[in-house]
């Protein structure tokens, strides 16, 4: 085992640290100097980037296009939506000068006093008040709707605690913003992208989850309906992987962003907001991943396939070398992506516990004896097991496994959740279980009050009321109030 690995903390003595040293060991990421914020590395913005592709394709398949709105945002701008700015002030970074200059010893730099700004900005911690402030001077007719945009961007929420990738101060995300003529339509729009959202996790990070509505204590702040996708974790808790919200004419009436409808009556917009972060790299670790390091599904593994080498001279080196460029060629020539690590600076040995961490799904090893035999060794990091293939037809016999582990780690994460998934009626017997972590399917009154009751008593909170699964009235468990549907309550990260 290499040296990376042997103070790897197990996930069964302790999941946050193992989290936590996973990050760093696997080199995705790194604290920064800047208090919570983090320096996202080559191999973890590598994946951050496949995601972004398929992401990015799958908006626009659904009429979506990209722009690009200001990083600032005036303050007054937050004053005009009441639950907005009330949800995200106390995370607020504002600029409150436009100028430096030397200090009288001339040993550094303070804020300049003569340069305050007349109105202070804010450090984006989402965009829907600059954007619907722009969107004015857009929309004048429903001729001129829908409009359909998206941003790729950095926000920043002021957090104290913080996790790589899963809570930081800055981070990275999309932000969907729509104008629609009709309340269905903007309805409609908000499902579409939780399904965009939904397909992305099952089907590229393998990633099992739970499409629902949330509680109107949980809402984005501005919103009448969000709706959520939520994924659970190795260790029970649940994980908010992307929200998608309806906001009615709020932003349309707080900005006065009025058109001229069919029936030639002035109406305000209709809006929607949608977004998914960096978070979706803790889920994708958080999910898959062991003892030994990362597990990538193929679909997003910035390298799919690493082929090493074993020789005794130089020679030796020669001949592997050029028998493995024709498979390479031949892998590449079917889009999948591959290293030859033929360097001479680290032992095969580490090379191998290297990539194990970093989860690339295939590793192929050719020596001296394979030369000789036309054969291969295979592993499947999913499972760590190995074989000795030929090299006729490897590269298909390759492709095929990549989709092996892409259903496998899937299927693995899906009989996990399922497993942990409870129906309960009784809260002293919900108190005691939810401490080990899963999903509880609950009665519930729909009252703030026992919403807030559980949290206090748990730190569970309602996660969504969830859409597949049927849903009959019953009794409260903690109010013994009538309940119209089961919700789904969970610790969560």
Not at 84 to 97: D, Y
Request: aromatic content about 10%.
């Amino acid at each position: 085992m290499a040296k990376e690995l042997k103070d790897l903390t197990k996930r069964s003595e302790n999941y946050s640290s193992w989290y936590n040293e996973l990050v760093v060991k696997a080199d995705l990421a790194e604290q920064s100097d800047v208090r919570g914020c983090m320096v996202i590395k080559p191999y973890g913005y590598a994946i951050w980037e496949k995601m972004q592709r398929v992401l990015d394709d799958k908006f626009k398949e659904t009429g979506v296009q990209n722009a690009y709105f200001p990083l600032l945002i005036p303050k007054s701008f937050l004053s005009k939506e009441a639950e907005h700015v009330e949800g995200f002030a106390k995370e607020c970074a504002v600029v409150t000068h436009y100028r430096l200059k030397t200090n009288e010893d001339k040993t550094g730099v303070v804020v300049d006093p003569a340069a305050k700004l007349e109105e202070e900005l804010i450090i984006r911690p989402t965009s829907e008040t600059i954007i619907w402030n722009t969107y004015k001077n857009w929309i004048q007719s429903y001729r001129d709707l829908p409009i359909l945009c998206n941003q790729w961007c950095n926000v920043m929420r002021w957090e104290m605690r913080t996790r790589l990738f899963l809570r930081t101060a800055e981070f990275l995300w999309q932000e969907g913003h729509t104008a629609h003529a009709t309340r269905e339509e903007a309805e409609e729009r908000a499902k579409l992208m939780l399904k965009v959202y939904a397909d992305f996790a099952e089907q590229y990070m393998a990633v099992p989850v739970v499409q629902g509505v949330k509680s109107e204590t949980e809402r984005f702040a501005g919103a009448l309906d969000t709706y959520t996708i939520e994924a659970m974790m190795q260790d029970g808790k649940a994980l908010q992987s992307g929200t998608s919200h309806f906001l009615g004419q709020n932003f349309g009436k707080a900005f006065n962003v009025q058109f001229i409808n069919k029936d030639n009556k002035l109406e305000y917009a209709w809006a929607t907001s949608w977004g998914v972060s960096t978070r979706l790299m803790g889920a994708l670790i958080m999910t898959h991943s062991d003892d030994n390091g990362l597990v990538l599904p193929p679909k997003l593994a910035p390298i799919q396939v690493v082929i090493v080498p074993i020789y005794k001279n130089a020679e030796q080196l020669k001949a592997i070398d050029e028998k493995v460029e024709g498979i390479v060629a031949r892998l590449r020539a079917l889009g999948i992506s591959v290293k030859y690590d033929n360097a001479d600076n680290k032992r095969p040995g580490f090379k191998f516990a290297d990539y194990e961490l970093k989860g690339v799904p295939v590793r192929l090893v050719m020596g001296g004896r394979d030369l000789e035999n036309n054969t291969v060794e295979v592993m499947r990091r999913d499972t760590l097991e190995k074989e000795t293939r030929t090299c006729d037809g490897i590269e298909d016999y390759v492709k095929t496994l990549l989709d092996e582990i892409q259903d496998n780690i899937y299927s693995k994460a899906k009989s996990y959740r399922d497993a942990h998934i409870y129906e309960c009626d009784n809260y002293e017997d919900f108190k005691v279980r939810v401490k080990e972590g899963g999903f509880f399917l609950c009665h519930w009154d729909g009252t703030a009050e026992t919403e807030a009751k559980i949290k206090e008593d748990t730190q569970a909170t309602i996660r969504c009321v969830p859409f597949e699964f049927e849903q009959t009235p019953g009794v409260d468990m903690v109010s013994g109030k009538p309940a119209k549907c089961r919700v789904l309550i969970a610790r969560s990260y």
